[in-house]
């Protein structure tokens, strides 16, 4: 082989290698058509329920763990290195301390505006206090309540959530969508009146389809309070997965599941997507890293101890 083959056969290896790592190989590329990697990282909790102080140091298993500070402290150290972060939560803002039995969810709330949170979705315990309080507490957050799957018409919660947000980061639209559980059996009638719930499957599959096909979402993301798995027919987040098209990830809650790090379930289409639930509590903050490059996102997961 002559030098000038052998030259070109180094320099075809090295734009291969560029391609798959990015920044590490050298910019030989720039002022070229080569594609845009972006990065984005989605932080998420579920099943709070009002845990505002670290436990107490008491011996038991979580003894001084978790804690609104500490987890303010560790997702102001995340954003100063990454330039594009979401923050969501699906779900259970409330019940489970003092502070939801004498305030009624009102610190929960305020807090989690002080945390940036970008989303949320609606948990069985967060009607604890009624649907009335909801209406007065979910008023003073800065971020939507998003639920797809519960029908508040003739509530007074009519027109204080929304199905779905799509937030544009670096370019990227990243469509977000929530569901919930059955209050039937689950939540006192006289908390959520006249909510109609409505199939999480059907709904699920509508949500996605509109933010992939008409908001031209990259990525679609529920945030779900069914659950991570069941042994009977109740329709879990590994049921939803597989039921339904155009969801890319779940963000899940409900069942206080301590997950390491996501697990993948094939969708209707065969394709993977990716579930992740993280305890309850805020013992843990979830962390997902999502790079964009050529049209197709590549993930890694993590659940991080908040300490």
Not at 117 to 138: L, P, R
Not at 160 to 181: A, E, H, Q, S
Not at 255 to 264: K, N, R, Y
Request: proline residues 5%.
């Amino acid at each position: 082989m002559d030098a000038s083959a052998s030259t070109r056969r180094q320099f075809l290896k090295l734009l291969g290698t560029a391609a798959v790592v990015g920044s590490v190989a050298p910019d030989i590329m720039a002022g070229s058509a080569r594609p845009k990697t972006t990065m984005l990282t989605i932080l998420h909790t579920n099943d709070v329920h009002s845990r505002l102080d670290p436990f107490p140091m008491d011996g038991s298993r979580n003894a001084g763990r978790g804690g609104v500070a500490r987890r303010a402290t560790l997702i102001q150290q995340i954003r100063q290195e990454q330039e594009n972060v979401l923050l969501l939560d699906a779900g259970d803002i409330f019940q489970g301390t003092p502070y939801f039995n004498v305030y009624k969810g009102e610190p929960e709330i305020l807090a989690m505006n002080q945390l940036g949170y970008d989303a949320g979705t609606i948990g069985n315990h967060d009607f604890d206090g009624g649907i009335d309080n909801m209406v007065t507490q979910f008023g003073k957050a800065t971020f939507p309540l998003l639920i797809a799957n519960y029908d508040f018409r003739n509530t007074v919660l009519d027109g204080k959530t929304k199905p779905y947000k799509v937030f544009t980061k670096d370019g990227i639209k990243v469509g977000v969508f929530g569901l919930g559980i059955k209050p039937e059996g689950l939540i006192p009638k006289d908390a959520y009146k006249e909510t109609k719930y409505l199939d999480p499957i059907d709904i699920g599959n509508d949500m996605a389809t509109r933010l992939r096909t008409e908001q031209k979402c990259d990525y679609v993301i529920c945030l779900s309070h069914l659950g991570y798995k069941y042994d009977g027919p109740t329709v879990s987040d590994n049921v939803l997965a597989a039921r339904t098209r155009n969801i890319d990830g779940i963000i899940g809650g409900h069942t206080h599941t301590f997950l390491d790090a996501p697990v993948t379930v094939n969708n209707a289409d065969g394709q993977p997507i990716w579930i992740n639930q993280v305890g309850f509590a805020g013992i843990n903050l979830g962390r997902i890293d999502l790079t964009f490059e050529r049209g197709k996102a590549s993930m890694a997961g993590q659940s991080v101890e908040v300490k």
